[in-house]
């Protein structure tokens, strides 16, 4: 749960000085107004924080991780998605303002995984369940429509 609350943390702020640079162009002059040009210094954060967590967990695990080789290429490709899904995160921070891009851009990733959990992998169940997940959907929904609304106006 501790992990969850940091990363939520750090995904809630991780746009914030690339947008902050976006819209204060007068603080820096000849820096890009578009998103992606922004993409290889945010990877080149995320390469040596993965590598040093996993330094830090083979350390703990005395040089024996316990990696499924079966789950290497998975990874791989999940860290691909990534890249794209960030891309498409910036380039909508970029055309929409960061107010609107990011409850859709955390909207639907949630609705693709409870997607998944409903209908593949059955984990969601229950007439009461349902009713629940629809409320939160609704209640999302309104809220990113609403968000997006006001914006426009």
Same mark, same amino acid.
């Given at each position: ?15 914030? !000085? ?55 290429? !998975? ?13 498409? *995160? ?12 990011? !409850? ?34 609704? *209640? ?14």
């Amino acid at each position: 749960m501790l992990g969850a609350i940091i990363s939520g943390l750090f995904y809630g702020s991780m746009c914030t !000085p690339v947008s902050y640079i976006q819209t204060h162009q007068d603080e820096f002059p000849g820096a890009p107004a578009e998103g992606l040009p922004y993409l290889f210094s945010f990877f080149c954060g995320v390469l040596p924080t993965s590598t040093i967590i996993l330094i830090i967990y083979s350390i703990f695990h005395r040089n024996q991780p316990k990696l499924h080789p079966d789950l290497v290429l !998975p990874s791989m490709m999940c860290g691909v998605l990534h890249s794209i899904g960030m891309g498409g *995160f910036f380039i909508g921070n970029e055309r929409l303002s960061q107010t609107i891009a990011y !409850p859709i851009c955390s909207f639907a990733p949630a609705l693709i995984v409870t997607a998944w959990s409903v209908f593949y992998f059955k984990e969601i169940t229950g007439k009461r369940n349902f009713i629940l997940l629809a409320v939160a959907y609704t *209640f999302t929904l309104v809220g990113v429509t609403l968000v997006t609304i006001s914006k426009t106006i």
